[in-house]
């Protein structure tokens, strides 16, 4: 049995976005102990997953914390192969912590680099894909979700549809306003189908915001953990959102999607994807101030 590591931090769409990779490698590897390395946030949903034998949680400590660092190389060492899927500086860095062992990647003078000087341009799914092919894993499953759908979804009664109003608090040109979610709330409502807004607590604010121009709007901000997201999203007639990573989750177990995007982000780069890398609806403006409502209903599955 060899003992694999798998390196994986970033933000809950990029997460989401390696679901791929993780089957692929876990189909790859067979009985082989995989452990994972990632942050707090993603830890309890990967230790969920059929992936990962062993969930280590990366606390990034910085040069200035030299007792924590000598403990991440620790951790670092003893494997057979370490898949780096984060490929960052910060993760080329960690090769060297962990001593230069078998290492798919971009660090220099790892063992098995994705050489394609185009890679920065290709999507997400597509690059990690190439770069685990050129490390030798040949099997790319679609990963089985599940594991990820299997609670009451909240109880909440179907027919219904997903709203996302929110994303990052430091990227309000990534937000359409939420008083459109709430005129394209009314037009879901029309239709036979409850508008259901998630977000994070800190967004309630936009879910009022949706509800005083929809009522029958319900908000769950600050209630769904990620299984309740996906939950929702597998038995959701539709979903629209923001680029944030919920969005992802949502697209990622089926869900007929719409995701809209300013210039902010790069939808060819980024964009959620479905079951077997299918894309969603996108919606791509200069400005998501300027998307009006009815473009966005006309886009509705």
Known sequence: MRRILIIRLGALGDFVLSFAAFEAIRAHHGTDEITLLTTAPYAELARRSPWFDRVRIDRRPGWWNPLAVVRLARALRGFDFIYDLQTS??????????GRPPWSGIATGCSHPHANPDRDAMHTLERQREQLHQAGVRRFPPPDLSWLTTSDALGVPRPYALLVPGAAAHRPDKRWPAERFGALAAILARRGQRPVVLGQATETPLAAAIRAVCPEALDLTGCTGIPDIAALA????????NDTGPMHLIAAVGCPSVVLFSSASDPALTAPRGPAGRWPTVLRVPSLGDLPTDRVAAALP
């Open 89 to 98: 500086g910060r993760s080329g860095w960690y090769f060297r912590l962990a």
């Open 234 to 241: 597998s038995r959701a007639a539709l979903a629209v959102g």
